[in-house]
């Protein structure tokens, strides 16, 4: 049995996917692995049986991921499993930047009771006329999950779309449309667009990638979306881009105190993934991984550690170790195995940067002594026995 405690509500759809072998737990202390959604895992005491965090969505900012990787405890997320939903709250910000909805629906709602309302908005409506998309040109920063999705339908709107992507995957790349231009500099991006998406992950090099310098590059008039995260976007920039004019619009799914008052300012309370479908997605997919994880040991899109699947358990025992990539450790874990006359009959081994996971499977249940001559290699941080 293993203990499953959700940090945040997970869809009903993606828990109801444990099979009786799995419990939800409230206590954190007594659980083997998480859920959570966006709530921040910094600085939270976590047990020591933790194995596993399954984070249902994309960013993984809000998780130690270099920390729990040295304690063994295996981070996945969900990739692509809430991208419709962002897509489709991109093109709805696109249009809250383009179109004044925003202030003809006050203006109508304001003006409710008014006599004869129809004829007011006729003569009125000539103060919330905007701008059509077709035509525009759009700058796409990150054309991963999500970034793709935007590109390809901001092409079928009509707009010039510019995508940048240094580390753009090859799956990322078959899925583009042929129409999108490839930005090698975010300099094109910032001379060239109308609008700019940002679709990257939040990361130390990312952080504060438009800045002061970044907004004094861009056209008169840009349009500026975030619904990747609120730290991408210097403030105090953006406001002084907004005051000139520089900038039409801030359009955020991460609104903080510094900007949700300002004038041109759209905000929206982080509804990206908010979606009925893109939260049973996620639930779906972690619970699975999940799953696969703990009865298994199978790795299947983690973040801190490297994918490694050896499919389901049908040797006599599987060993599972996380441990540092470095020279040797397979060496030294076969010949544990071979010390005490074990067969192994599949091994697989994969890294990823400064970690590693090694898969044994075995004729019979390892000893107390294999396992524990196993954890005492330097680099070894976790060693399972499934
Ligand atoms: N508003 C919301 O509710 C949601 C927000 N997000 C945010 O959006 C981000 C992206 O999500 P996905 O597309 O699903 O992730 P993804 O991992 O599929 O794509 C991220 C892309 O950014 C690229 N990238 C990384 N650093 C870059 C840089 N410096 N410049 C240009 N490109 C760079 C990567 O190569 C990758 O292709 C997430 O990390 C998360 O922060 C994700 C889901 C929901
Ligand atoms: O998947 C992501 O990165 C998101 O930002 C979605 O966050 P949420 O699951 O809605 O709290």
Redesign the pocket.
């Known amino acids: 049995m293993y203990t499953v405690k959700c940090l945040n509500p997970i869809s009903k759809q993606g828990l109801d996917l444990f099979t009786s072998e799995f419990e939800v737990i409230d206590d954190l202390n007594a659980a083997d692995a998480v859920l959570v959604r966006s709530a921040k895992m910094h600085g939270l005491e976590i047990p020591k049986s933790l194995l596993a965090v399954a984070r249902a969505?994309?960013?993984v900012?809000n998780i130690p991921l270099d920390e729990y990787a040295e304690k063994g405890i295996t981070v996945f997320n969900t990739?692509?499993a809430?991208?419709n939903?962002?897509k489709e709250l991109v093109v709805a910000g696109l249009l809250l930047a383009s179109r004044d909805i925003i202030g003809g629906y006050n203006w109508v709602k304001e003006n409710a009771k008014m006599e004869d309302l129809p004829k007011a908005i006729e003569s009125q409506k000539k103060a919330y006329a905007g701008n059509e998309l077709k035509g525009k040109s759009i700058g796409v920063?990150?054309?991963?999950?999500?970034?793709v999705l935007v590109a390809n339908i901001c092409n079928r709107l009509g707009m010039k779309v510019y995508g940048?992507?240094?580390?753009?995957?090859v799956r990322?790349a078959w899925s583009l449309s042929r129409m999108v231009n490839h930005s090698s500099s975010l300099d094109e991006i910032f001379t060239k667009c109308d609008y700019i998406t940002l679709?990257?992950?939040?990361?130390d090099?990312?952080k504060g990638?438009i800045g002061k310098e970044a907004i004094f590059k861009m056209k008169d008039g840009v349009n500026i979306l975030n619904?990747?995260?609120g730290e991408l976007v210097d403030d105090q920039a953006i406001l002084a881009g907004l005051a000139t004019q520089k900038v039409k619009h801030y359009v955020t799914?991460f609104p903080n105190n510094e900007v949700a008052g300002a004038e041109s300012v759209i905000t929206i309370p982080?509804?990206?993934?908010?979606t009925e479908e893109s939260e049973d997605n996620c639930a779906e997919m972690a619970v699975e991984q999940l799953m696969n994880y703990l009865e298994n040991g199978n790795i299947v899109n983690s973040v801190n550690y490297p994918n490694c699947n050896l499919g389901d358990l049908e040797a006599e025992a599987r060993i599972t170790v996380h441990h540092k990539n470095l020279p040797n450790m397979i060496g030294q874990l076969t010949a544990i195995l071979a010390g005490e006359d074990y067969n192994i009959v599949n091994m697989l081994n994969k890294s990823k940067g400064d970690w590693a996971y090694s898969m044994l499977d075995v004729e019979k249940k390892p000893s107390k002594e294999i396992i524990q001559k196993m954890k005492e290699i330097d680099g070894v941080v976790r060693v399972r026995v499934l």
């Open positions: 969505g994309a960013g900012n990739p692509g809430n991208a939903g962002v920063i990150g054309l991963g999950a999500i970034g940048y992507d240094p580390y753009v995957s990322s679709h990257v992950p939040c990361t090099s990312t990638m619904f990747a995260r799914d982080h509804l990206g993934a908010s």
